[in-house]
């Protein structure tokens, strides 16, 4: 092999990792609506879970507060566009079934955490806190992605505010890149341990964790658990990506962080 091969080939391996996890653009006015952002993880809930996550209350609350508001959708049997976080109703509802093997009926006929309050709507969350500082939409994994990426992006269109998407799935925001290059979007990713627990393992987990599927997405963020980052993950804050933290249960999170997911404290609004 001779020197030019080496030299061409070194300078390859340089350049892949870079290629692999470089950000998408994000101008000036989109950094300064989302950075230094406090954002209500599923809304300003409570310990006690009398103001249960992802509950009407809890988004009102947080609006009404000045905070960023960061919440998860996902499809009902019937297609509708509902805001919950696990994929089982086992933890908030006591019911042992997925959400999307329920229609819209019968998941509004369940209660959040022993309280009054129901599942909503996707589109009754966003009429609720109109004029809240900045909204960040966590899309589920699923079976239907693309279903709920349009339903997503339709019911979006028609919100007046300040709105970024982010998911686990690669392919989702992916999804995003090319149907709405516009939007601010976010790769959720998190640590191997995690993964692991997903049942995620092997390659799969490492490239999720390292976040090498970037180059699909090209997402504008990336939040990641609080602690460790694996040194690609910095590398791709250090190219121009907006470094989220989630999910923060002290203020001093906000530290090195462009913006903070958290609960069960009250943080400033904003802090940079």
Same mark, same amino acid.
């Not at 879970?49 to 507060?65: G, T, Y």
């Not at 806190?129 to 269109?157: M, S």
């Not at 490492?206 to 970037?214: D, E, K, S, V």
């Not at 997911?261 to 943080?267: A, K």
């Given at each position: ?5 080496? !030299?061409?080939? $070194? ?15 994000? $101008?000036?006015? #989109?950094?300064?609506? @989302? ?14 879970? $009398? ?22 959708? #996902? ?16 933890? !908030? ?16 006929? =369940? ?36 279903? =709920? ?51 995620? $393992?092997?390659?799969?987990? @490492? ?12 997402? #504008? ?11 690609? !993950? ?25 913006? !903070? ?12």
């Amino acid at each position: 092999m001779n020197k030019k091969t080496v !030299v061409t080939l $070194s300078a390859a391996a340089l350049f892949l990792p870079v290629y692999l996890v470089a950000p998408g653009h994000l $101008s000036h006015r #989109q950094r300064s609506i @989302f950075r230094g952002v406090n954002y209500a993880h599923r809304g300003l809930h409570s310990r006690d879970r $009398s103001v249960p996550e992802n509950s009407l209350p809890a988004f009102r609350m947080a609006a009404r507060e000045g905070y960023g508001i960061e919440l998860d959708v #996902q499809l009902s049997k019937d297609g509708q566009v509902v805001v919950f976080h696990d994929d089982t109703l086992d933890r !908030v509802c006591g019911v042992h079934a997925r959400v999307d093997e329920l229609t819209l009926r019968e998941l509004q006929e =369940l209660h959040l955490c022993g309280t009054e309050e129901t599942i909503p709507l996707f589109s009754d969350v966003l009429a609720s806190i109109r004029g809240c500082e900045a909204l960040i939409v966590e899309l589920k994994n699923g079976p239907r992605n693309r279903e =709920l990426c349009e339903k997503t992006l339709a019911i979006l269109n028609d919100y007046h505010g300040n709105v970024c998407i982010e998911s686990f799935n690669p392919l989702i925001v992916m999804w995003f890149r090319f149907h709405a290059p516009d939007l601010v979007r976010g790769q959720l990713a998190t640590t191997m341990k995690d993964y692991a627990d997903d049942n995620i $393992s092997g390659h799969t987990a @490492f490239i999720l964790h390292n976040t090498l599927l970037n180059v699909l997405a090209r997402p #504008q963020f990336i939040a990641y658990r609080i602690g460790h980052r694996p040194p690609l !993950v910095h590398l791709c804050t250090t190219l121009g990506a907006m470094n989220i933290g989630w999910t923060s249960h002290e203020p001093r999170n906000e530290k090195k962080r462009d913006a !903070v997911i958290f609960e069960f404290y009250r943080p400033r609004q904003r802090y940079l």
